[in-house]
Structures are given as structure tokens and as C-alpha cells.
């Protein structure tokens, strides 16, 4: 398929201007799940289709995109707790793509993921000590000191009382809840790690706190992240480089700054543009798209966004675009007709799309 | 600093029985560090257990009736008597007890019984003992297998799954008692002859078995739904992800999570195995003499209900007490485990 190709065409020139070597590194990446009718196989719903991209040492690669575009199951997959259909994952030089429980036991304290749900991720019949403990006991782990002084280090970590080592997580608030998941995750000291959506269950004010909380984290224990999420502010506290996400495929990658003050990607303005913005009245500036994100069952040919693109020709249906360096952009950008200029100065004609 | 200044969620368990103190941040003077015990779902549920009345008065009973059975043979060391003895001079011409209600006396309690002779009371103490084994030992029977096979089918899902379920409504569709009816003398039959009299433990093992076999269900099938919404909480993902085996996923991480539902389902499986194993005393394919048994004692007393009331009533009331208990005790169980639940 040709995501694969173009995709070490946008490597080659992502190393080149990022130096180092890659921690995580994913190519082609596609899940398929099967849609079954009784027995027979009819289609599959195509959740994530050809993702190429690299996360280097201590770096946080935010993921972003509407619901139902493939960012959990991506999240879900590079931990392996999905088995991806096709393509690779390379974690430190290592190919984790299809390693069984055996072979992955390793690299699970390398890699680990942050949950959602402060309510579900957290068992209920088991104390805080225990929560925390459990990847050091699945692993047969003795740190020095002992399981239980390691894990009240580990509540001290992510602002928590360690004296709170015998409590049981309905004692908990939302927040306190997702700081016991962090400082779970971080019990194996990982290199990398997934929060797939970690604050989108919380509370606006909770949710400063834990964003916080990580960027100390990845700071202080040089932690890279794949940060999942659908906020986009957020994301732009947070992250060094941004992937943005449409229907399976990236549309656009690069470097935060870059992403958000010159998006090349029509998309990608419209997201932008959904961002409320207090001091203006009214939709100034809103880029409105019509209709839905179309089934990943049967994606559009071509260009997926160009169902909803006002920019769209015939072209964009038969040739689908590569992910790569458009216009001298500092981004890669998936699209045959790339913005220009910093947003804010929609330079299509989005009104023409508009409807009042 | 953070979001510590929030106080924690109180659930309506937690503000029902203990005030959550408030959670604060930094370290605590090491003299208050007793403070922080947290309360576990199960403690929190013993406490509401604790609380109830109802069940106070059935847990008493039941005690008392365990404590009765246990120390069945040192009642009967204390009045010298044995459940076989027959005091057939209490007895008249025409074998009804001599005196009144049923020859209630100082050495005999609860009367002799018309016709052999024996002591009631002695009677009913080890015919309680022989109930609540056998209840005892097939809820645990039936609830192992249930837990064993609900597990299964829920943890693999698939074919596993659908043959487990197609299983469990074969053995529903089976009429249990008719099954039990054919299947106990045909058994018999082939073990011993019509001339050797088949051991007491025999039967008692062919009863616990025949209700094993039919009553995992119910638990199997209660397994298998929590087994099916549990795997999916991210709990277990997390558990995966941290390099977890099935092994611990199922056992620690899911198993604590359904054991109240499987204690509740014990609680009540119990008296229903004492009524059935009384029924099938009742309809002669239960507990063979000489054991003594609470339903056969009733199935013999039939004869004599008119002209010896007692001997029915005492046996009787034993089940309905017995049963009574269990099923109130199960039912506040049950509201103590899931005080969400409303009756």
C-alpha cells in the first residue's frame, strides 16, 4: 500500500530536521475489525488505516481528532492491547508488532498507558498500595526498599498522600482517582507512555492540575507521550509535536507552533476554528463543515476529507494524497491543495460551504 | 496544590455508616497515620450486615442450629440418650407415646415418636445435622462448578460460550424433581443389589451430586454476565498492559470483584437445598434409615398427623425456621453487598 512508501518519504525528511534516533517509531499502522453477518465476513470497519510516525526520546506527540477517528485504537495498539491488522511498531529498535505476552514482557516497563476513565481503570475490591503495586507484582518486581515504599514514593510523585496506601479507590475524587492511574503507569518506570484521552472524564478544573502534573512528569523523568485527546487547547499546553487525525489516517503532523499558527491542512483550520474563543462574538472566522464524518466502513476514495472539503476537485477523488513537505511547510500535510498563510485568514472560500 | 481540596466522593454507602475524613495533602504527623485506613467495599458491607436487624435475629438462629448440630452427639452424651434408642415401654397397646402431646416428659423433650419409639429431640438434631451437610456440601458443589464454568464462558466467549449457554438450558428444560425421582433408584440399582441395603453415604452422596448437577446454573450463568462486563473495564486493560496473564486477570483482578454476587447466590441456594432435600425425604428417595432426616421424619409422621399432631409439628417448624432464616439472612446479604439495590 502506499502509506508505507510515502510514509519513510515523510520519515526521511521529519530525521532530517528532527535529529535522533526515534524511540517509537510506527509505520503503516492499520487495524481493520471485521464485520461479521452470521458467519460470513462482510467488510471491515477500517479504524485506523496506514499511520506512520515517530515519538523520539522524552518528546510528547499529541494525537488529535474528532470521535471515531482511530485515536484510542491507535493508543490501544501501541501498547498491544490491540493487535494491529498490518504494518509495524519499532520501539527502541525492537519490532513489538506481533511479540506475544513472553516476548512483550520486557518492553511493558517501557511502555504504558494512562486510562480514560478515573472510574473504570481502577479496581474496586483492591487498595490504593495494591492498585499501584500490581505491575511490579505481575512483573516479579522487588524494588530496593520494598514493594510498599516504592509505591508511597510513587503517591508522593503524582500528589498524593502516601499514607493513603490502604484506601480504596471509592474514597477517591475524579482527580485523585486519574493520579493513582499516573503513578501506576509509573511504577515500572517507563520510557514512553499512552494517556489515551486522561483528562477528558474531569472536571476543567481538575483538569489543569493533571495536565500539570504530566508535563512535571515528563519533564523530570524525561517521559515521551503519546497524548491522545480531542481538546485541542490542551494539546497545545502539552505537546511538542501534534498529529492531526481524520477517519483512520494522519492529515497532518509537525511541530505544535507550526500546526496551530500555520495549518496547511483544510481540516485542520476547521478544527482550529472550533476552538471557542471568548473575546470574539459571534461565528467570526468559524469554518463550518456540512454533513458527517463518512462510515469507516466504506471510506471515500481519494482524499477521506473530501466529502466535506471546500476545496475539493476531481483530483482529490481519484488520487489520494501523500502525507509529506507541501509548500516549504515546516509540517508534513496530506492534502493536493495546502493553506497557506497563518490561520485566522481563511484563504479558501469557506463561506461557499457555509450554510446560514 | 492540586485538586486535594476537593473532598472525596461520598457514596451513599460511605455516608450511610462512616464519615470520610478529609483527605489532605502533605505528610501527616506519624501520630495520626492510624487514621488512614481505608474501608474496603466488603468492610463497608459487613458494617451495613452489622446494622441490620433482621439480619441479627436470622444470623442468631443460625448459629444456634449450626452450634445444635455440631454438638449433636455431646446433647446426646448429656441425656444419655441415642437417636436409635427405642423406648417402646413409653409406648402403648397401640403405639402412641404415653402422656401428653405426643409423650412430652422430662427425659424426652420433644416426645417419642409413635411407632418406633424414639426420642424426638434426638431425632431432630441429627436430622438437622444431615439437612445442612447436605446443603451445605451441594451449595458448595454447585457453586464451584458454576463459578468454574461461568468463567470459562465468559472469559473465552465464542463457541465455548454458546455451547456453555445451550448447556444450561438443556439442564433447565430437565423437570428436576422427576429427574431426581428416576435417576436416584436407578443409580441404586446399579451399585447394590436388592438384597444388601445401600450405605447411608451413598445416598447422601448420590442426593449432594444429583443437586450439583442441576443447580450450578443459576450461578454459572450470573458468573458469565459479570465476567462479561467486568473484562471489559479498564482495569483489566491496565492489568494487560502491564503484562498481566490470564492467571491473575481472572483471579485477582475479576474473581474479588464477583464474589458478592456467588455469596448471595450460596445464601440462598442453601434453604432451597434444605426444602428439596426434605421433599425428596418426603417422596422416600431421600436419606435411607437409619440416618435421621427432617423430611422423612415428616414423611412418617403423615400416618399419625390426626392422632399425634406433634410429631409433625416439631420437624416441621425446624425446615420452616431453618428455611426462614437462611433466606432472610441471604436477602440481607444481598442489600448489604448492593445498597444501591431497593427492595
Given amino acids: ?16 530536521r528532527l535529529a535522533g534516533e526515534p524511540l517509537l517509531s510506527v509505520r503503516g499502522l492499520t487495524k481493520h475489525f471485521p464485520v461479521r453477518q452470521g458467519l460470513r465476513a462482510r467488510g471491515a470497519v477500517r479504524a485506523v488505516d496506514g499511520l506512520d510516525f515517530d515519538v523520539r526520546p522524552g518528546e510528547t506527540l499529541g494525537l488529535v481528532g474528532e470521535s471515531g477517528c482511530g485515536k484510542t485504537t491507535t493508543g490501544r495498539m501501541l501498547v498491544r492491547l490491540l493487535e494491529p491488522t498490518s504494518g509495524s511498531i519499532m520501539f527502541a529498535g525492537r519490532d513489538i508488532t506481533h511479540g506475544g505476552r513472553r516476548e512483550l514482557r520486557a518492553l511493558r516497563q517501557d511502555l504504558q498507558i494512562i486510562f480514560q476513565d478515573p472510574y473504570a481503570s481502577l479496581n474496586p475490591r483492591h487498595t490504593v498500595g495494591r492498585i499501584v503495586a500490581m505491575p511490579l507484582q505481575v512483573n516479579r518486581i522487588t524494588p530496593p526498599g520494598g514493594v510498599k515504599k516504592r509505591v508511597q514514593e ?59 502534573l504530566l508535563r512535571d512528569l515528563q519533564r523530570d523523568l524525561d517521559l515521551a507521550f503519546v497524548f491522545i485527546a480531542h481538546d485541542l487547547a490542551v494539546i497545545r499546553h502539552f505537546c511538542h509535536r501534534v498529529a492531526v487525525m481524520y477517519l483512520g489516517k494522519i492529515v497532518e503532523i509537525g511541530d505544535r507552533d507550526t500546526i496551530y499558527t500555520r495549518p496547511q491542512h483544510p481540516y485542520t483550520r476547521a478544527l482550529l476554528s472550533a476552538i471557542p474563543d471568548v473575546t ?8 463550518r463543515l456540512t454533513g458527517d464524518v463518512p462510515t469507516p466502513l466504506n471510506p471515500p476514495s481519494g482524499c477521506r476529507f473530501r466529502t466535506r472539503c471546500w ?44 450554510r446560514t | 496544590m492540586s485538586d486535594l481540596s476537593h473532598p472525596p466522593p461520598r457514596t451513599p454507602a460511605a455516608d450511610a455508616t462512616i464519615s470520610v475524613p478529609e483527605i489532605q495533602a502533605g505528610p501527616e504527623p506519624a501520630g495520626r497515620a492510624a487514621e488512614f485506613v481505608g474501608r474496603s467495599p466488603n468492610q463497608l458491607a459487613w458494617l451495613r450486615l452489622k446494622r441490620d436487624r433482621t439480619a441479627r435475629a436470622s444470623a442468631l438462629t443460625l448459629l444456634v442450629a449450626a452450634v445444635v448440630a455440631l454438638g449433636a452427639p455431646l446433647l446426646g452424651r448429656l441425656t444419655g440418650i441415642d437417636p436409635t434408642d427405642k423406648f417402646v ?49 451441594s451449595a458448595l458443589l454447585a457453586s464451584c ?48 443389589s436388592d438384597r444388601e441395603a445401600p450405605s447411608p453415604a451413598f445416598r447422601v452422596a448420590l442426593i449432594v451430586a444429583t443437586f450439583g448437577l442441576f443447580s450450578w446454573t443459576y450461578t454459572a450463568r450470573l458468573v458469565r454476565g459479570q465476567v462479561i462486563s467486568l473484562r471489559e473495564r479498564e482495569f483489566v486493560d491496565a492489568a494487560r498492559a502491564a503484562g498481566a496473564g490470564t492467571a491473575h486477570i481472572l483471579l485477582r483482578q475479576l474473581l474479588p470483584n464477583i464474589w458478592a454476587p456467588i455469596l448471595v447466590t450460596v445464601s440462598l441456594m442453601v434453604p ?3 426444602a428439596i432435600e426434605a421433599a425428596l425425604a418426603f417422596v422416600n428417595i431421600g436419606v435411607t434409615e437409619p440416618t435421621p432426616d427432617l423430611g422423612r421424619m415428616i414423611f412418617n409422621s403423615i400416618g399419625y398427623v390426626a392422632s399425634d399432631p406433634w410429631y409433625t409439628l416439631f420437624p416441621g417448624l425446624t425446615i420452616f425456621l431453618l428455611v426462614l432464616a437462611f433466606n432472610l439472612l441471604g436477602d440481607a446479604l444481598r442489600d448489604s453487598l448492593d445498597p444501591r439495590s431497593t427492595r
Fill in chain 2, 272 to 274: 432451597q437445598f434444605i
Fill in chain 2, 145 to 192: 462448578i458454576g463459578v468454574a464454568v461461568g468463567v470459562l464462558a465468559g472469559w473465552a466467549r465464542g463457541w465455548l460460550d454458546s455451547l456453555v449457554n445451550w448447556l444450561i438450558d438443556l439442564t433447565l428444560a430437565f423437570p428436576f424433581l422427576i429427574f431426581a425421582l428416576a435417576v436416584i433408584p436407578i443409580l441404586q440399582d446399579r451399585f447394590y
Fill in chain 1, 1 to 16: 500500500m502506499n502509506g508505507v512508501t510515502n510514509g519513510q518519504a515523510a520519515v526521511a525528511g521529519d530525521a532530517g
Fill in chain 1, 311 to 354: 476545496k475539493a476537485t476531481d483530483h482529490c477523488a481519484t488520487e489520494e494524497p501523500a502525507l509529506t513537505t507541501r509548500d516549504d511547510g515546516g509540517q508534513l500535510t496530506a492534502c493536493h491543495y495546502p493553506e497557506s498563510g497563518p490561520v485566522g485568514v481563511p484563504t479558501g472560500e469557506p463561506g461557499s460551504n457555509e
Fill in chain 1, 280 to 287: 470574539t462574538l459571534g461565528p467570526a472566522g468559524r469554518i
Fill in chain 1, 154 to 212: 510513587l503517591l508522593e510523585l503524582v500528589g498524593l498522600n502516601p499514607e493513603h496506601y490502604n484506601r480504596y479507590p471509592h474514597e477517591f475524587s475524579g482527580g485523585q482517582r486519574q493520579r493513582i492511574g499516573i503513578a501506576r503507569a509509573l511504577a515500572l518506570k517507563p520510557k514512553l507512555i499512552v494517556a489515551d484521552e486522561p483528562v477528558s472524564a474531569l472536571d476543567v478544573s481538575i483538569q489543569a492540575q493533571v495536565i500539570n
Fill in chain 2, 89 to 137: 415401654d413409653r409406648l402403648n397397646d397401640f403405639g402412641m407415646p404415653i402422656g401428653y402431646a405426643g409423650g412430652i416428659s422430662s427425659d424426652h423433650w420433644l416426645g417419642l415418636e409413635p411407632g418406633s419409639g424414639r426420642d424426638i429431640l434426638m431425632q431432630l438434631v441429627y436430622g438437622l445435622r444431615t439437612s445442612l451437610f447436605i446443603a451445605f456440601t
